[in-house]
């Protein structure tokens, strides 16, 4: 099978490596038939994870991992506050939201106290996907227009509307008709002008984007379409991780209004500390949304998703359409995401991510210097991205960064990658990860450089 997208096939395990495999893990990768041929597995030798703790997981033979790219376990795995609230609620009611119940209104209350004042009302659901299809369907209500513009290796959800929106889903993902990419803002290798894209600071980085919006835009009203909005997170993760320089999105969103549409910021990977200069994502840009979207990190592993939105733009939808979504803000899923954001304020996960997340990076730029393969090494917080590189070049390298996952999983560290040519290291770990946890890292990262000499 050749690899088709860039989050799903990039390292995922196939059927023709099993005859690698000991016996047992064979057995399982076998018997996972049962679930069909979509899903995907990490690894050439997928790892049985049975137990987790913090930033650390178990192997089914006791072996100790380094978990570097979960961010769904956002307060670490296992947290035993966020256990101690699910497990209480679960031994005292579970029921959907069309009862009154005070765990949802609580919770609504503060996750919002952490928003601009505009963003002022919140609907719940249990994946990103659904949060993302609800914002779309809101903004077309509020705009009038259907048009929707993401970058070129977005993902955005699963659903039959955002599977369109999800370029990152791959070549055998058919997009929507409506909806137009622009360029990856890759501050690594865009140029206009013969100058790199970064070197011209916040206002031209911004200016060059927002040319894309304009163009963007400009083509769905060649085709009938109107603009409904710009569907985006402010870090552009699967793109490759691209955070800086912060503030270069508010020329980008200005256009967009001047346009006629929205933004729906995707908080599901930037937001909640992750970054480390706020609590969203989006505040490192110094703009208000008109939608923000979040699911993975906010209930540590429950389904839990949000979609806030200012009053103003939920209105048109919000007052025409009933929604209800069964377990979407169920009790034991608020009071799991309540524990999360206690922990975050009492642990101060934003803290962490700042002072970790530098240590962290400059722990790998220092084998930058030793190891040429080593390219771009950029991030905010506690989400680095790492490109690999052909020694001498900006050229992406692929091979060796699928080499590099390999032997950091056989030297006990678990990782990922991203961006369009599947070539950069996404490093992305709980927010509870501690500079033992960096030490860790950047002895099996170098070990793991060294043994494939590169």
């Not at 650390?56 to 961010?71: C, F, P, Q, R, T």
Request: glycine content about 10%; overall charge negative; hydrophobic content about 40%.
């Amino acid at each position: 099978m050749a690899t088709r997208s860039t989050i799903m096939d990039t390292n995922s395990f196939r059927p023709e490596m099993a005859q690698n495999l000991d016996p047992k893990t064979r057995r399982l990768t076998e018997e996972r038939d049962v679930l069909g041929p979509a899903y995907r597995l990490f690894y050439r030798n997928p790892v049985h994870l049975v137990k987790g703790l913090g930033s650390h997981v178990w192997d089914a033979d006791g072996i100790e991992y380094l978990d570097v790219y979960n961010n769904v376990a956002s307060v670490g795995h296992c947290h035993p506050r966020v256990v101690d609230a699910m497990t209480r609620q679960a031994s005292q009611l579970n029921t959907h939201t069309r009862y009154l119940h005070e765990n949802i209104l609580n919770y609504a209350q503060d996750i919002l106290s952490t928003m601009p004042s505009e963003i002022d009302q919140i609907m719940f659901q249990c994946t990103g996907s659904e949060a993302n299809d609800l914002a779309v369907r809101v903004a077309q209500a509020y705009t009038g227009g259907e048009g929707v513009i993401v970058t070129h290796e977005a993902y955005h959800g699963n659903s039959a509307l955002t599977s369109k929106l999800s370029p990152a889903l791959g070549t055998a993902q058919t997009l929507g008709l409506t909806m137009r990419m622009i360029p990856t803002p890759d501050t690594y290798r865009l140029t206009v002008g013969g100058r790199n894209l970064s070197d011209g600071g916040v206002q031209d980085f911004g200016e060059w984007m927002a040319g894309e919006i304009r163009k963007a835009v400009a083509d769905m009203n060649r085709h009938g379409i109107a603009f409904a909005a710009f569907l985006a997170d402010s870090i552009f993760s699967s793109d490759g991780v691209y955070p800086d320089p912060a503030g270069y999105l508010k020329p980008v969103i200005d256009a967009v209004h001047e346009l006629g549409g929205v933004w729906i910021a995707d908080e599901v990977q930037p937001g909640f500390t992750r970054t480390g200069d706020a609590f969203w994502g989006f505040e490192r840009q110094g703009i208000v949304p008109d939608l923000v979207t979040s699911g993975k990190p906010m209930a540590n592993g429950l389904p839990t998703s949000l979609m806030a939105a200012r009053h103003e733009v939920l209105e048109p939808f919000a007052a025409s359409i009933p929604y209800f979504n069964t377990f979407g803000g169920n009790p034991v899923c608020m009071a799991a995401a309540q524990a999360v954001l206690d922990v975050m304020r009492d642990e101060d996960t934003m803290g962490n991510a700042k002072r970790v997340g530098k240590v962290f990076k400059d722990a790998v730029v220092q084998l930058q210097f030793l190891h040429p393969c080593i390219g771009d090494v950029r991030g905010a917080g506690l989400y680095i991205g790492c490109e690999i590189v052909k020694p001498g070049s900006n050229e992406p390298d692929q091979v060796s960064a699928l080499n590099i996952l390999e032997t950091l999983r056989s030297n006990h560290i678990l990782t990922s990658v991203c961006g369009r040519y599947g070539n950069i290291l996404k490093l992305r770990p709980p927010l509870v990860f501690n500079e033992n946890d960096v030490d860790w890292f950047a002895d099996g990262f170098s070990k793991t450089l060294d043994d494939l000499k590169l």
